[in-house]
Nanobody
Framework: QVQPVESGGGLVQAGGSLRLTCAASGRTFSTYAMGWFRQAPGKEREFVAAISRTGGITYYASSVKGRFTISRDYAKNTVYLQMNSLKPEDTAVYYC??????????????????WGQGTQVTVSS
């Protein structure tokens, strides 16, 4: 099992940047695909980005493509979400998730077995 723990959220002005970090405990980190989701008040939790087990395949929501970058560091058991050119509509709680199974659609919430507690990102206009 892995237990994702997010950090790096905060308050930033529109146009600014933040880097979220997801530290995943467990010795089998490399066997998990990882994803980022977000949930704004009153809205459903939505897909943001995902990265395959090998790191060779990444997925992005259309709303963040070109602005956000997902990456992973196997030595540190960590996944990052670099967020640039932030907009007020990016304001949400951001969640990291881990998927131990192969072949699932990493853009789907139900692909993931393990979830972190979330970190708040607030973008002011």
């Amino acid at each position: 099992q892995v237990q994702p723990v997010e950090s790096g959220g905060g308050l930033v002005q529109a146009g600014g940047s933040l880097r979220l970090t997801c530290a995943a405990s467990g010795r089998t980190f490399s066997t998990y695909a990882m994803g980022w989701f977000r949930q704004a008040p009153g809205k459903e939790r939505e897909f943001v980005a995902a990265i395959s087990r090998t790191g060779g395949i990444t997925y992005y929501a259309s709303s963040v493509k070109g602005r956000f970058t997902i990456s992973r560091d196997y030595a540190k058991n960590t996944v990052y979400l670099q967020m640039n050119s932030l907009k007020p509509e990016d304001t949400a709680v951001y969640y990291c998730a881990a998927d131990r199974n192969d072949g699932r659609d990493l853009r789907a919430r139900n692909a993931y077995e393990y979830w972190g507690q979330g970190t708040q990102v607030t973008v002011s206009s």
